[in-house]
């Protein structure tokens, strides 16, 4: 059974930071690109970023770039966002995700607010 968990998800104030996780169980994650999508309120879910099954390659969606720091630790099954300098518009719910495989997670809440 697959699962993606993710976690750290908050509250926090313009230009803050958050470290999102994602375990990973039922596949074998050091075989597989990972990424994070996001989904804003009203919005469609978009991409953020992916890392490549090693770790050797990751890419950014623009709006990010920068700021966010894709990572994995295959030998924990997890996957890693570090985000810095958040602002208001970072705030969504953020998921980790195998789309081609058809694997998500719950998500998790990120709110950047004063």
């Known amino acids: 059974q697959v699962k993606l968990v993710e976690s750290g998800g908050g509250l926090v104030q313009p230009g803050g930071s958050l470290r999102l996780s994602c375990a990973a169980s039922g596949f074998t994650f050091s075989n597989y690109a990972m990424s994070w999508y996001r989904q804003a309120p009203g919005k469609e879910r978009e991409w953020v970023a992916t890392i490549t099954n090693l770790g050797v390659s990751t890419s950014y969606a623009n709006s990010v770039k920068g700021r966010f720091t894709i990572s994995r630790d295959n030998a924990k099954n997890t996957l890693y966002l570090q985000i810095q300098s958040l602002k208001p518009e970072d705030t969504a719910i953020y998921y980790c995700?195998?789309?081609?495989?058809?694997?998500w997670g719950q998500g998790t809440q990120v709110t950047v607010s004063s």
């Open positions: 995700a195998q789309s081609n495989l058809g694997y």
